[in-house]
């Protein structure tokens, strides 16, 4: 008994001991918010106030010293994210997890954004500011890898630390310009339906740009299975550790239309959620030089941003950058390929890819005039038939670090707009609005034209030279409007206007937000920050009813049982919101879902139409389709000798989302509420570990909003009838320079990416109930509010 007791007291003593030690290493772990760091290469003392939100206010005597601790500061909240986002576009994420990153590393390694890096790094003037400033930030992040504390993830993973280059800052803008696109994901679907069943199903999908009736006011022969192309990218992009960017919404309030008579910024990309969150905020004061923004790990300089002076942000243009080319090879040497003035040889490269835990893989590229061809960084490619991707990031000069320190350093807005023509990729509507009452929005990118009659919707030919680009246009033909005569910008990822006539290509999202929102500007004169906040927040649809209709007019008069006519009732009803509490949502979507499955599944195919589900045709073909009732899509292809009708479609499809919703939560409709099946958790890589979940995500929560509302948080179609939330608002910030001081911002979890920091999810409930915090700028509230962290030079 006696043996048993010291037994067991040592078991206590030392369970005692290993907690000691995890708190121990847990606290060790936590970022350092106050005390004093030396750093290297600093001129003057710096300090650094972290708000009550985590927000650095870094404090400086030149701008490379402030630079220098923002690189630091900001690699000791997001060092694992910063790691993550500098492999993708080179092919390194294998390295450190194993063979299950492969198809990820073979297909970005392959497309050339590290040899464009490489070219555009060349070039760089290595005395310019933005070339020095990013040296000093890259230096900061340095001495936090050499001298900070290893992240956890670094340590699960086995991460061994290399020190960051410039070369890696060009590789993330590289990754993020091509999470832009959606040529990848649409075009080889398009051709693929075309070949099978003709361009009459083509018709009925609106890509010329006939459902695009809300724009953006300026002023100014065999069949080939090419959707494995779109399948591939597809899942690569769902499955990376970086989520990609979707969408965006932003409004800039004119002088004439706000109730100060100042001016009034909103802007809430729209980017696929993740842990930690995509933004960091810091706030930079030197005596030359303020600014508010938000970074990407990795980049030095904000993509959205504000001072007293001017604010900027962005949201998606959806232009046609990609282009995909059938080539034909030499039949006699298939290392040559058909031009329009005879074979010419692939430029052949090899590029190895290391691989954790087993052999090197040895990659070989093939690239053509138009690009590098993609059979051989895809599965399930024929490779006989050789596709060319040509991507106007790769293709035009990169220019991209001078773009964004020129946003962020901007005197007016001639310098502002000089900046954003730098960006030939990817294609973004930067919008803008200043202390003097100017608003304006440019469309970026270098836009192009094929021949009249080329779809660049579609696999084009390569061989002739006729569906090849004949014209770049100058940059004074991108869609703008500076100070318009309505009074106020936006933009909503939705098709702006001609321009000269030309109606430009994209993949433009439907036009239930830009309705909406320009539906909202018009109808007031006396906006102020309180009410910019209710709308940035807003759940409401003018689109969703106006479908209900129409599907309620055309079921069939048979009889309905009790549940289908009080969903019926529960439709009539509905205004179009999508709050926690609402049931027709829940009712709408289990209907569309089973309406488009019924519609486009027989010719689609399963894996083609849940592909056909996430680009933005099959979003815009929901309210087109139903009125439409001589398309070809209603007619079953696999039922012979019957022709289905739109009635028998919608009427079947109504009743098998009534039984399913039954079965999925009950007979009590009135029990079906929004907060049951729509829900969010924002996923850190390791969170995919059973394990390891609920120290690394955060959430899940019973979610408003839906797609393509305001508050756009959007989500996949499945027959489970749980929609997760995939993205949405990726911050959501309102700038008042009525009162500038008193700006509003809110993240959707928090501002570090270190799970032991009381930072990680401090606005995670904020943000899902649509509140704001403060993005402070009056240094004497900062002082009040916040913890001191001092640099020091250490010579």
Not at 122 to 137: E, G, I, R
Not at 655 to 662: Q, V
């Amino acid at each position: 008994m006696r043996k048993i007791k010291k037994v067991l007291f040592v078991l206590f003593v030392f369970i005692i001991l290993l907690g000691i030690v995890l708190c121990a290493y847990i606290f060790h772990l936590k970022p350092n918010y106050e005390g004093e760091v030396k750093l290297k290469n600093l001129q003057k003392e710096t300090n650094v106030y972290f708000d009550d939100f985590g927000v650095p206010h870094i404090y400086a005597n030149s701008e490379k010293d402030a630079m220098t601790a923002l690189g630091y500061v900001h690699a000791q909240e997001r060092l694992w994210q910063m790691e993550l986002l500098r492999r993708i576009a080179p092919g390194r994420l294998s390295e450190i997890f194993g063979s299950v990153a492969l198809k990820n590393d073979m297909f970005f390694s392959g497309i050339g954004i590290e040899e464009a890096s490489a070219k555009a790094i060349a070039k760089l003037d290595k005395n310019s500011p933005s070339y020095q400033l990013t040296l000093a930030y890259l230096d900061g992040i340095n001495q936090f890898l050499e001298e900070g504390v290893t992240p956890i993830e670094f340590t699960l993973v086995g991460v061994k630390k290399e020190k960051f280059t410039i070369k890696d800052v060009y590789n993330i803008f590289g990754y993020m310009s091509f999470s832009f696109a959606m040529a990848q994901k649409t075009d080889p679907l398009l051709t693929d339906i075309r070949n099978k069943y003709g361009a009459e199903y083509l018709k009925d999908l609106g890509i010329e740009g006939e459902f695009n009736t809300t724009q953006i006011k300026s002023s100014k022969e065999n069949i080939e299975e090419y959707t494995a192309i779109s399948k591939s990218v597809a899942t690569l992009l769902d499955n990376s550790p970086i989520p990609p960017f979707v969408g965006s919404n932003s409004w800039v309030v004119g002088t004439n239309k706000t109730k100060s008579g100042k001016v009034i910024f909103a802007n809430d990309p729209h980017i696929g959620f993740s842990q930690p969150a995509t933004w960091y905020e810091a706030h930079i004061v030197t005596p030359h030089h303020e600014l508010y923004g938000c970074y990407l790990a990795g980049t030095p300089f904000p993509l959205l941003a504000h001072n007293r002076n001017y604010a900027y942000g962005l949201t998606m243009f959806e232009n046609d950058d990609i282009d995909f080319y059938q080539e034909k090879n030499n039949a006699q040497d298939q290392n040559q390929y058909k031009t329009p003035t005879g074979f010419a040889n692939y430029e052949i490269r090899k590029k190895t890819i290391k691989v954790k835990d087993t052999l090197d893989v040895v990659l070989t590229v093939k690239s053509s005039r138009h690009g590098p061809i993609v059979n051989d960084l895809l599965e399930r490619l024929d490779s006989k038939h050789p596709i060319a991707m040509m991507w106007t990031y790769t293709q035009q000069p990169i220019q991209i670090l001078d773009a964004v320190y020129g946003l962020s350093h901007a005197n007016s807005k001639e310098e502002f707009r000089k900046a954003v023509q730098l960006v030939a990729a990817p294609g973004l509507n930067v919008m803008y609005g200043d202390a003097k009452g100017n608003v304006a929005w440019w469309a970026t990118g270098k836009l192009y034209k094929h021949n009249k009659g080329v779809n660049s919707h579609l696999i084009l030919d390569g061989s002739t030279g006729k569906d090849d680009i004949v014209e770049y246009l100058d940059f004074s033909k991108n869609p703008s409007a500076e100070n318009p005569k309505w009074g106020y910008v936006y933009s909503a990822n939705n098709q702006p206007e001609a321009v000269d006539g030309y109606l430009y290509p994209g993949y433009y999202l439907p036009e239930d937000r830009a309705k909406r929102i320009s539906g909202l500007m018009d109808a007031k004169s006396d906006w102020d920050k309180e009410a910019i906040s209710k709308m940035i927040y807003d759940n409401m649809s003018d689109v969703s009813p106006e479908v209900v209709r129409n599907l309620i007019s055309n079921l069939n008069n048979a009889s309905f049982s009790k549940e289908e006519k009080e969903a019926i009732a529960v439709l009539k009803s509905w205004k179009g919101t999508n709050n926690l509490e609402d049931v027709a949502p829940t009712i709408y979507n289990k209907w569309i879902y089973l309406y488009l499955k019924n519609t486009f599944e027989d010719e689609m195919g399963s894996d083609n139409f849940n592909l056909f589900l996430g680009v933005s045709l099959g979003k815009q073909i929901i309210a087109r389709q139903i009125v439409n009732e001589n398309s070809v899509w209603w007619d079953n292809v696999n039922t012979k000798d019957i022709k289905e009708t739109r009635n028998q479609i919608v009427s079947k499809s109504f009743h098998e989302a009534i039984t399913a919703l039954k079965k999925q939560l009950g007979n009590s409709v009135y029990g079906w509420t929004w907060d049951k099946v729509h829900t969010v958790e924002h996923e850190h890589p390791l969170g995919k570990v059973a394990a390891l979940r609920r120290l690394f995500n955060v959430g899940p929560f019973g979610a408003p909003g839906s797609n393509e509302v305001i508050n756009n948080q959007f989500f996949g179609y499945n027959a489970e009838g749980k929609y997760y939330v995939k993205g949405g608002p990726s911050t959501r910030r309102i700038v008042d320079f009525s009162d500038i001081e008193n700006s509003w911002s809110v993240l959707p979890t928090g501002q570090s990416g270190n799970p032991f920091s009381k930072h990680y999810c401090d606005q995670a409930e904020m943000f899902n109930a649509g509140k704001f915090r403060k993005m402070k700028l009056n240094k004497e509230e900062i002082i009040k509010t916040s913890t001191k962290l001092v640099f020091k030079p250490s010579n």
